[in-house]
């Protein structure tokens, strides 16, 4: 009997030795390569790091240019049959980064709404060094759920992210686009006043990878952002967007704005809104162009910049070679294929045509993310100027964006380090006589005159913004840009107004959906698009 | 202590005393099978413990009398009782029997039970059945042999992964595959792959089609094989075993006069099988519309002055409405002159042949303290996708040691290394795609030469005209190119080395008491290198990177396991016997991924090293770490050994779930009452059981899923490093709970005529509640996916196996049959979900659903848009309208009947052995064979081409066509009856298009039924009188072939096995996986 007790208390011995292990069985529970740690700024710079801002091969080949850019002709494509139809898959994932991260983008709802929670929970100490981190980062995420509605029209946007809130699914509706404009241009006016008197701290100049803690240029980006927006809304809704307008013109101080304080010859560095890239960034764009959208665009390059000897074509575009029995000759010219190339022509003429310029687009690896610019901001003075105050300021206006956007082209052509020839920028009366003396120049008649406004925008805009390319000329109907609609299947024969909403969403958020199913067809215009 | 003395002593004298009185002769004799003498027979006096077992030449001797009967038995055989009735030589043939009755199945934790006993339905599987047909793994040989279970093997050959599907679908998210138990040690199957498993079924992810786990298990080493399918056969296994168990027990030492010495030798060839069926007469291009819109002539030529037709070939063409292959004299895209001719076998030709060849020595050997049996195994494979190679050594060592009379030891060890080089891939991007596509004119073999130039350099597209030997027209399938490129140029090489054991003490602690305990490791080190070549000269890089790439991985897996086992077990009286057991279960699983990378390029050319990086060297490295323990106890009493009955409990600590929620419990209860030992039976009913049992088993998400955590990444930015922070596309969940399967089961078992037929009929019926699943969800909520409990789904079914002896004597035939139904249903879902979407295709014209009190797995798809009157409404361009509002069912992806008919059929030294598996009901949804539909490939497409295969005539710019369709419906602006004429490539373009305004219903959904001739076996067995002058106790050859044709099958263009992944509703659909393949070869299988 003695025996076996002594063997049943070894027993016993052995399985107590594994009692312990509750504790090990809780303690490894959490991933070892993940961390648990709710940081504010955290979440900040990851919202910031945002691949659909910053020049990144997917967001060009995948989006950029196969969706707004061949709608707006910034980039160039093949004629092929289904050349305007929409990319489900494309489409969705430009979707799903806006609102969720793990994709190509920073995923800006998601980190916005995870920042919100913290900070709702936070103690008032801790609010008050973190209000600059949410303030900017509302900035960032209006930018970017602006351009959404730009897309599709109606998106969820008040309700969405019920997950980081609640850590529960609960389908968000989809709020009104001209609610949600109006919501953005409210909230950007809130912005300029936080930041009109907000101190920068070093914890939010290290986190801040965009503006490195500058409040006054995220004050400046704030106003220039919401300036976008109304000339956005201004074929819509013109009081607003003039009395609005007008008001941030005609207080500068007040309504301090990305526009290079009058200088042609400024410094986008200092003082545009740009994501730079990560210092060890290896990855260019070249595979993004040459895998389709590598030559020069009819209109933009034939009708727009040659005629205007414009001073940024050598920026814009390299010539090509056509090599023969291997001998390989540069064009004589830039030259782009007329946009009625057959796919034939296109695949036998190539050569012969001008391509993305190396230097500034192509193998850039110091090529910045373009959010805002000073061009940009001047070319919305000169509308506005034009539109409700006078010609002599929008002249101004105008010709200074011209002249900052060659500045800028050229800046980030100089950006490229890698030992490919970059351009010296013009001499002064190259520049003088482009915006002076040629076809660029600013017009006499009304009518012409808003038109070129528009028109060097979309030049301005390029590839790189082809989202607010697309936007513009939706609105303006500037350029007159003509599109082959032969040979296209069914139901594809002419670009869209809009995008209509990717199938996983239509799927998954069914309910809120059908309140706006009706409305989502490709040739529904997006409610600023009124002409 | 006295008291036992005495009676020991009586026992003696009274024992002595009964040998003076019944003289006892020696018998000796021979004991065969079908196919020759057979080792390792037991041969017992019936009611007593004297016996002895077969010499290797299959002799016995032994000492019985007259009176006496003898058993013979063996696992796997029927056994005969035989009368010694004064015969002192007896022969003895024994039948094969793939399911007796007094066999003993090992069943949970490696406890033996004799199969009369057990409460719950076993499928137990023989060494032979899974060796005889020369398959690579084990896994492949079980098809159609066990009923309820469902064998899907992943295309691409002998390192691809082989999925096992118990008794339908038991969860919707994770662990959908059986628990291996090898020698009673958990092994690793995929988990090193977490929940994503070894093979995704989609477009972008890693395009290698994976291996498993089980892939390592040497058949040849394999004495048997159980599935324990239910809960309450499961139930001691917790919440690994929610998919069911599969037991392997491996060879031992035989008892033999010296070295046994066992020889196999398979050898095969692999071809391509199964490809669509393609159309040989129209060559590239579209409809008139579009080829003169890109610049073609109507018909779909280019003006080529250098051709000597003045024309060429619209090699950018993906569809094939162009112009007819006659032989014309054109100019390629190559610049060579070629005849524009159908290339039949051009899909074909893709592929190349393979094959494989497995040899095995097997050395045994028992003495009284030791038995070991040590086997060496080389598998050479060589897939049909080109470029995959494979080698597998294999080492198993079996032992058993006793250390006293009372404690003995059982070693096992098994040793794998495995090569794989250049893995085959899914072909979804290749042939799956547009650009992928080649016509029907292109030449493979010109393919095959040109994917890399003359200096080795990857192929440049004709606007490449800087890099060298550019092609002088711009061609469809460069995605084609690129398959070739990495299977044919660049080296992906994995080594793995794989070493699990087990070490087992059995200790007899005293009268009635038994301690057993194990200790068991299975440890794989794999690692990787994969080699990708410059893809042009240096001097073509552009200025911030190059080409080609090094990568290299190291992973470690490691499981520790150990269990202990204390059993009491006496009689209660004559009648009552009862068992009871208490114990441990314990495991530790580690899994280490650790990868490095070049970026951006290789610095000098085809130099293969980290230190080669053109940037900065990438590096990442993954940890998991798994820890999970058990009590257990378990009860079994019987009574007058015909009523069963037997009670477990599991309480379970797993580390993958939330901390509160991370300790449950599972019992079960199972009884069994064998009437036909109970009541007088009828003269031909032999044998009759019934069983009933009742289980609970769980089942835990794998490591880390439910986290919620966030990715730090240190971002180098212009203000330095500064550390970001997100949430993931897949949001975690602190509440998750363990699914925990609820089953019932009943069944029967009978043998009629003296055992000549058998069956066994087993119902079951279960709910799996708190449903784990990662619920897909628009991104609008902040994330892709979360993990939640999300209902309870449930299934039910039938499964029937028969064996039949329908022929005996000389000519014999023995017949296994099984067919197993089953139904899986979703109960409830949990609040706010309708539906659960599992696969949507074609921007959601098709979706996998799952919805509440529907079957799971039903398709839905969008229809046809009909009017009021429910006629179909026809667009302004003559086409169809799609209804994108609403969804129709369209069948299901889940088979309503599975099941086999395996056959043996002797003749003298002949034996041929077939088997014969079919599904039915099932649908499958193939987008790739929409697309080549659409692109006029196939010769479904041919229809309406031409007048004599139905095309209308029309006139059209005063020309007349033949090739017209005119769809029967209403126009959808005006309501009138469509008039409107489109030609046939323009409706086959359109309507077969990819995404929403297609008719995915009709391109891409299938029905999938078959009936396939798996695998059969020819064998003839050498004269012993000519193989014992070799010194070989038995030589038998056979022909052998596998995969060898369909019956039956009902999709034409697409193999009814082309499904790929690990989820459970990848069985239904295909993304463009590879082509099947058929194999041919021979075996030699001797001993010594």
């Known amino acids: 009997m003695k025996k076996y007790i002594i063997k049943a208390g070894l027993f016993v011995v052995l399985a107590a030795s594994f009692s312990s292990c509750k504790k090990d069985i809780d303690e490894r529970y959490l991933d070892p390569e993940k961390s648990t740690t709710k940081s504010i700024p955290g979440f900040f710079t990851a919202m910031l790091n945002n691949d659909r801002v910053a020049a990144k091969y997917w967001n060009v080949r995948t989006f950029l240019s196969v969706m707004p850019g061949t709608y707006a002709q910034t980039s160039y494509f093949a004629n092929s049959n289904g050349a305007y139809q929409q990319s489900d898959s494309y489409s969705q994932q430009y979707w799903d980064d806006f609102y969720s991260p793990g994709g190509n983008g920073s995923g800006p709802m998601a980190q916005y709404r995870t920042m919100e929670t913290v900070y709702n929970t936070a103690t008032e100490s801790e609010k008050a060094s973190k209000a600059i981190f949410m303030n900017a980062a509302k900035v960032v995420l209006i930018e970017q759920a602006a351009k959404m509605v730009d897309l599709w029209g109606d998106i969820p946007y008040s309700e969405a992210g019920s997950l980081i809130t609640s850590s529960s699914i609960v389908l968000p509706k989809y709020d009104d686009q001209k609610a949600l404009y109006t919501q953005f241009i409210a909230d950007l006016k809130t912005a300029n006043t936080y930041f009109a008197t907000a101190t920068t701290t070093a914890e939010f100049s290290k986190y801040d990878i965009l503006l490195s803690g500058s409040v006054s240029k995220w004050q400046r980006y704030a106003n220039s952002l919401r300036l976008r927006l109304l000339m956005r809304i201004s074929n819509s809704d013109e009081s607003t967007a ?253 670009p869209p107004n809009r995008l209509i909403y990717p199938a996983g969403e239509k799927n998954y958020n069914r309910n809120n959906y059908s309140a706006v199913a009706a409305k989502d067809t490709r040739l529904t215009k997006i409610f600023w698009d009124v002409n | ?423 085959p891939y899914q072909l979804g991007q290749v042939l799956g795609s547009f650009s992928g596509f080649f016509s029907r004119a292109e030449d493979m073999d010109l393919m095959k030469q040109k994917f890399q130039t003359s200096e080795g350099y990857k192929y440049s597209t004709y606007d490449q005209t800087a890099r060298p030997e550019p092609f002088i027209y711009n061609i469809r399938a460069t995605n084609l190119l690129d398959f070739f490129w990495n299977q044919l140029r660049n080296q992906y090489d994995e080594t793995e080395n794989r070493l699990y054991s087990s070490a087992t003490i059995n200790w007899a602690v005293a009268n009635h008491v038994k301690f057993r305990t194990r200790v068991g490791n299975d440890y794989t080190g794999a690692n990787s290198q994969n080699r990708q070549f410059n893809e042009y000269p240096l001097a073509n890089n552009p200025a911030t990177s190059s080409t080609g790439s090094y990568t290299t991985t190291q992973g470690q897996y490691a499981i520790l396991y150990g269990d202990a086992l204390l059993t009491y077990d006496n009689k209660i009286g004559e009648d009552f016997t009862f068992s009871a057991s208490g114990g441990f279960q314990g495991r530790t699983e580690h899994y280490k991924d650790l990868t490095a990378n ?70 079960s209860v199972n009884s069994g009452f064998v009437f036909s030992d109970a009541f007088k039976m009828p003269e031909f009913m032999s044998y009759g059981k019934l069983r009933a049992s009742y289980g609970i088993v769980g089942n835990a998400p794998p490591m880390y899923e439910s986290n919620i955590s966030y990715t730090q990444t240190s971002l180098q930015t212009v203000n330095g490093s500064v550390a970001s922070l997100t949430s993931g596309s897949n949001y975690g969940n602190n509440n998750l709970k363990p699914e925990m399967k609820h089953e019932a089961e009943f069944g029967l078992e009978a043998k009629f005529l003296n055992n000549r ?28 996916q979360q993990l939640v409990n999300v209902g309870e789904i449930g299934s039910k079914g039938l499964e029937l196996a028969l064996n039949a002896s329908i022929l005996t004597g000389t000519f014999r035939w023995d017949a296994r049959a099984n067919v197993a139904a089953n139904r899986s249903k979703v109960y409830t879902l949990a609040g706010g979900v309708d539906e659960i979407n599992f696969y949507t295709a074609e921007q959601n014209t098709a979706k996998i659903v799952a919805r509440r009190g529907e079957n799971l797995g039903n398709i839905y798809v969008n229809p046809r848009l009909r009017n009021a009157n429910g006629d179909l409404v026809i667009n302004d361009d003559g086409l169809y309208v799609m209804d994108k509002s609403s969804y129709v069912k369209a069948g299901n ?78 126009n959808q602006t005006t309501g009138l009856p469509n008039t409107k004429i489109v030609t046939a490539a323009d409706y086959y373009i359109n309507t077969y298009n990819w995404g929403e305004d297609s008719w995915t219903e009709d391109g891409a959904i299938f029905k999938n039924n078959y009936v396939k001739m798996r695998e059969a076996t020819l064998s003839y067995k050498i004269p012993a009188a000519f193989s014992s002058k070799l010194h070989i106790n038995n030589l038998r050859v056979s022909l052998v072939g596998r995969n060898l044709f369909y019956l039956y099958r009902t999709m034409k263009n697409l193999d009814p096995e082309a499904a790929l992944g690990n989820k459970w509703w990848s069985q239904g659909v295909d993304v463009g996986s590879t082509a099947a393949s058929r194999s041919f070869g021979f075996s030699l299988n001797a001993n010594f």
């Open chain 2, 598 to 667: 070049t970026v951006s390029g290789l610095v000098s050319e085809n130099f293969f090293s980290l230190t080669n990086s053109y940037g900065v060297v990438g590096a990442k490295e993954t940890r998991k770490e798994l820890a999970k323990y058990a009590y257990l106890g378990l009860v079994n009493f019987s009574y007058k050994n015909f009523l069963f009955l037997e009670g477990t409990a599991r309480q379970e600590y797993a580390s993958t779930l939330p901390n509160q929620n991370n300790s449950y419990f599972y019992p």
């Open chain 2, 757 to 784: 037929i058998g069956l066994d009929l087993s119902y079951y019926t279960n709910r799996v509640k708190d449903q784990i699943l990662g619920l897909s969800t628009s991104s609008v909520v902040g994330a892709k």
């Open chain 1, 242 to 494: 003039r009395t609005e307008i007008l008001a941030m013109l005609n207080a500068p101080a007040t309504y301090p704005l990305v526009d290079g304080a009058g200088a042609a010859s400024y410094s986008p560095k200092a003082t545009d809104i740009l994501l730079s890239p990560l210092t060890n960034n290896t990855s260019t764009l070249i595979d993004a162009f040459r895998e389709g959208s590598w030559y020069a665009t009819d209109f933009m390059l034939n009708k727009v910049m040659n005629p205007a000897n414009d001073p940024r074509i050598p920026v814009y575009y390299d010539k090509n070679s056509v090599t023969t029995n291997g001998v390989t000759v540069q064009n004589p010219t830039y030259k782009a294929m007329p946009y009625d190339f057959t796919a034939a022509q296109q695949e036998s003429e190539f050569a012969k045509y001008a391509v993305v310029d190396s230097a500034t687009l192509f193998q850039n690896l110091n090529l910045p993310g373009i959010v805002i610019t000073a061009s940009e901001v001047n070319f919305l003075k000169a509308e506005a100027q034009e539109r409700w105050g006078n010609t002599a300021a929008a002249k101004t206006a105008y010709d200074l964006a011209l002249r900052q956007s060659v500045s800028f082209y050229y800046y980030l052509n100089n950006l490229n380090t890698s030992g490919i020839k970059t351009e010296t920028m013009p001499a002064a009366d190259v520049i003088d006589a482009f915006v002076n003396t040629s076809t660029a120049t600013y017009p006499a008649t009304p009518a012409a005159r808003l038109a070129s406004i528009y028109t060097q925008k979309w030049v301005h805009y390029g590839i790189m913004q082809s989202t607010e390319a697309w936007s513009e000329y939706r609105r303006t109907g500037y350029p007159q840009l003509l599109f082959v609609t032969a040979g296209k299947l069914s139901g594809f024969d002419v």
């Open chain 2, 1 to 423: 202590m006295k008291k036992l003395y005495l009676k020991s002593i009586g026992v003696l004298l009274f024992s002595l005393l009964t040998m003076i009185a019944y003289a006892q002769t020696n018998i000796t004799g021979t004991v065969r099978d079908a196919t020759g003498v057979l080792p390792g027979v037991n041969v017992k006096i019936k009611g007593t413990s004297v016996g002895t077992t077969t010499n290797k030449d299959g002799n016995f001797s032994i000492a019985a009398k007259s009176s006496d009967v003898l058993v013979i038995s063996m696992l796997g055989y029927s056994p005969k009782e035989i009368p010694v009735s004064g015969q002192t030589t007896i022969n003895v043939n024994l039948d094969e029997s793939s399911n007796n009755l007094n066999e003993v199945v090992v069943t949970s934790l490696g406890i033996k039970r004799e199969q009369k006993s057990l409460g719950y339905s076993v499928a137990t599987v023989t060494s032979k059945q899974l060796t005889e047909a020369g398959n690579t793994n084990f896994a492949s040989a079980l098809y159609g042999k066990a009923a309820g279970v469902k064998i899907t093997t992943a295309p691409g050959g002998a390192n691809s992964a082989v999925n096992v599907q118990i008794r339908g679908i038991n969860s919707l998210n994770y662990s959908q595959q059986p628990l291996y138990v090898v020698d009673g040690v958990m092994i690793r199957n995929d988990a090193q792959n977490g929940a994503a498993g070894a093979n995704n079924n989609n477009y972008w992810d890693d395009q290698r089609i994976r291996g498993n786990g089980i892939l390592d298990i040497n058949p040849s080493d394999i004495e048997s094989l159980t599935v324990l399918k239910g809960a309450s056969a499961t139930a001691l296994y917790g919440s690994d075993a929610n998919s069911g168990v599969v037991v392997i027990t491996t060879k031992k030492g035989l008892k033999g006069k010296g070295l046994g010495i066992d020889f196999n030798y398979n050898v095969g060839i692999e071809k391509a099988a199964f490809l669509p069926d393609f159309q040989n007469i129209y060559g590239p291009g579209y409809d008139r519309a579009t080829n003169v819109a890109n610049g073609a002539t109507e018909e779909g030529w280019i003006k080529e002055a250098t051709s000597p037709t003045g024309f060429r070939p619209y090699f950018r063409a993906y569809a094939n409405f162009g112009p007819k292959m006659e032989g014309q004299q054109v100019k390629w895209w190559d610049g060579s002159i070629r005849s524009y001719s159908p290339q039949p076998d051009n899909y074909a030709k893709v592929y190349e042949t393979g094959y494989n060849s497995t040899a095995n020595v097997a050395i045994s050997k028992q003495t009284d303290n030791l038995d070991y049996r040590f086997s060496a195994t080389r598998l050479d494979y060589k897939g049909t996708q080109p470029g995959n190679t494979m080698q597998k050594n294999s080492f198993n060592l079996n032992s058993t040691v006793k250390l006293s009379p009372k404690v003995s030891a059982d070693i096992i060890v098994s040793y794998v290394n495995t090569k794989t080089q250049n893995r």
């Open chain 2, 893 to 970: 992806i889940l088979p309503k009947l599975v099941g086999g008919f395996s056959n043996t059929l002797s003749y003298k030294s002949f034996a041929l052995d077939f088997t014969v598996d079919w599904s039915l009901g099932a649908k499958m949804i193939s987008p790739p064979t929409k697309f080549l539909t659409g692109a006029g490939m196939l010769t479904n497409s041919l229809q309406y081409r031409d007048a004599a295969n139905g095309g209308v005539t029309y006139t059209e710019n005063g020309k007349t066509y033949n090739d017209g369709v005119l769809l029967t419906g209403v």
